[in-house]
């Protein structure tokens, strides 16, 4: 008699493999983890088929219940979830059969990070970004071999799945962006995937662990991190027909970080190592729907006429931006809020030292989108991915509403701004009917909860006084901050600077941190410190003194950075962080 080991699938009853459902039907004994193998699989089974679940069993009742049955000739048959050999436990039931000598074979099954990949639509070998997946797990009760430790794979940023993690999300998180993952970087959490009740959340490394908190996710997920969920910076083309606009290409593409290509016409490459091409019409036709942007540095006439006959769908274009080769301007053409052209002008702008040419700056149908609107007045974009959503629920016309926190500093300046774009703005209790429309774009420094598809754009009205340890890394920084944030209701994305004595001026730690935050770095004097804290009659820690010679950094350097009296988060204290958060009266306006 062989005993079968079965990989289960990862819930769906229909992706367990043909040969393991006629197995199973076949089966006299059935031992399956009942903790996460669907139960309507066992629908498969004989009538007389005896099914334990192992959930209760320990290795040993499992062990004797397979040697009884196949003493007794029963085929039986030893069911896991996902594939057995990932984190299945099998081996040490191997060992024991085989100590035994009793014959096996495993059956193999889908793991539950390929569900998750079906479930968000995903390729996690994507060219040009990566050709590696790496599956691995937070330390928990089995321990992980420290050079697998989440931070030193995430050096990789290849695509990763994690395992069993998801009620330490905050570390996750936390290790990823030490590891070197950008804190924007696209991440997914895939609960019960394909079950009936499976549920998607996505974000950014910045807003994951919120969103998943607050909807409450603890177990049976997956984590997907990686460029390949997209959000990946775009690939571009910069096409030039003259010398001049050959050079110009090279060094604009010299200060720019993300990927791309140049090409110029053969015999006026200037110089460069550009790809050549005989002729601009052949050449748009080749490559205009293989970039996410194009660039081309001529007049803006040969533009039009050579990407005329591609031009289909604001959802399909490219973005065109389009630079004289003096580099004085830079347009941005066409799908300039789907396509990202608008933003892509501004970036080829800077790093070419021209002037952004935008014309789309008031709305789509009369609506602005929130991402002009953000960048007018200068408000973060939270989350960031969910911004096409809703631009693509603006164009096609659905109701989306928006909506102004009356409790923020600039209220009535953004009321009179919403005025002036003609926008129409909803109450709080209009937000309450979710009946009433499909998308909502919400200007709130709050964690609110929002049942409907929605977008924060977030001002800065934080200042986050910080006080350290030498040594503390980006991420225990970052992650205090959050938890710091959330502990008074707000987004990390409100933050407008961070604060610190000057004696940390040059803690690694720190530094990483705002660079990663993009938001001013501001330290204090031990000087301008005593006087905060003379003034507003702060509380002292004798062991703070003895360390840097104030005796309160963290509310200190908050309220001078915030420029008010007013304490949101009074000293907090984490590990080796303490943390405090004042309020900026009048966030600077864009
Ligand atoms: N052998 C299984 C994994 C067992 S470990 C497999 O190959 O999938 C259990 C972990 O797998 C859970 O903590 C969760 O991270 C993941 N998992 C199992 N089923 C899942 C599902 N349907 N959706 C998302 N994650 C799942």
């Keep these: 008699m062989t005993v079968r080991f079965i990989g289960a699938g990862p819930g769906d009853p229909e992706l367990i493999t043909v040969k393991g459902q006629r197995l199973l039907a076949a089966a006299d004994t059935i031992i399956y ?6 139960p309507a699989l066992l629908a498969f089974a004989k009538q007389d088929a005896v099914i334990m679940n192992s959930a209760a069993m320990t290795l040993d009742e499992v062990i004797d219940a397979i040697a009884q049955a196949t003493a007794a000739g029963r085929e039986v048959v030893r069911l896991h979830t996902g594939d057995p050999s990932i984190y299945g436990a099998i081996k040490e039931q191997m060992d024991a ?40 797990r937070l330390e928990g009760r089995t321990p992980v071999p420290e050079r697998e430790k989440l931070a030193a794979l995430a050096s990789h940023r290849a695509t990763m799945c994690i395992f069993l993690s998801v009620h330490m999300l905050d570390n996750v998180v936390g290790e990823l962006i030490a590891g070197g993952y950008p804190a924007d970087t696209p991440i997914a959490v895939v609960q019960k995937a394909s079950w009936p009740d499976q549920k998607i959340y996505h974000g950014t490394l910045a807003t994951i ?111 065109v931006v389009v630079m004289d080769e003096g580099g004085r301007h830079a347009i941005s053409l066409l799908a300039g809020h789907l396509g990202g052209a608008n933003e892509l002008t501004h970036v080829v702008a800077k ?33 960031f991915d969910q911004l ?33 774009q003609c926008i129409m703005l909803v109450t709080a209790d209009d937000l309450v009917h979710t009946d009433r429309y499909d998308a909502a774009v919400v200007i709130s420094d709050k964690e609110l909860y929002m049942v409907k598809p ?26 205090a901050i959050t938890d710091a944030c959330r502990k008074i209701g707000r987004s990390v994305k409100s933050v ?39 003034k507003f009659g702060l509380e002292t820690s004798a ?48």
Excluded at 516 to 533: D, G, R, W
Aim: glycine fraction near 8%; aromatic fraction near 6%.
């Design 33 to 38: 983890a009942g903790s996460l193998v669907n």
């Design 97 to 136: 059969l085989d100590a035994r000598g009793i014959s096996y074979e495993v059956v193999p099954g889908v793991s539950s990070f390929l569900a998750a990949a079906a479930a968000l639509r995903c390729e996690y070998t994507l060219p040009e970004v990566t050709q590696t997946i790496i599956v691995t």
């Design 209 to 319: 662990a919120g969103t998943v908190q607050e909807a409450g996710v603890d177990r049976t997920a997956m984590i997907v991190v990686g460029n390949c969920l997209g959000g990946g910076k775009m690939k571009t083309a910069f096409i030039s027909v003259t010398d001049n606009g050959a050079r110009l290409a090279a060094d604009t593409a010299a200060n720019l970080t993300c990927k791309l290509d140049l090409y110029a016409k053969a015999g006026r490459e200037g110089g460069t190592e550009a790809t050549t091409y005989e002729s601009l019409s052949e050449l748009v036709a080749e490559i205009y729907q293989k970039y996410n942007g194009l660039v081309f540095i001529m007049a803006t006439g040969i533009v039009v006429r050579v990407i005329a006959p591609h031009i289909r769908d604001k959802r399909y274009d490219p973005a």
């Design 351 to 383: 790093a070419a030292g021209a002037a952004p040419v935008i014309t789309t700056a008031t709305d789509i149908q009369q609506k602005p989108a929130p991402d002009v609107l953000a960048a007018r007045i200068g408000l973060e974009i939270e989350p």
């Design 388 to 420: 096409k959503r809703i631009n693509a629920a603006l164009v096609a016309g659905k109701r989306v509403v928006f909506f102004i926190d009356c409790s923020l500093p600039n209220y009535e300046h953004y009321v009179n701004l919403a005025a002036e």
């Design 454 to 479: 929605h977008i924060f754009l977030r001002p800065a009205t934080m200042a986050v006084g910080v006080g350290c340890r030498r040594g503390v890394s980006s991420a225990e920084l970052f992650t």
């Design 496 to 534: 407008g600077s961070v604060a610190t004595t000057a004696v940390k001026d040059d803690e690694i730690g720190l530094l990483a941190m705002v660079e990663q935050m993009a938001v001013p770095f501001k330290t204090y004097s031990n000087e301008q410190l005593l006087h905060c804290i003379e």
């Design 543 to 590: 062991f703070v003194e003895e360390q840097i010679g104030v005796g309160n950094v963290c509310e200190a350097s908050a309220l001078l950075a915030a420029g008010t009296d007013k304490l949101l988060l009074g000293k907090t204290i984490y590990d080796k962080i303490s943390v405090a958060i004042a309020e900026v009266k009048s966030p600077s306006l864009a």
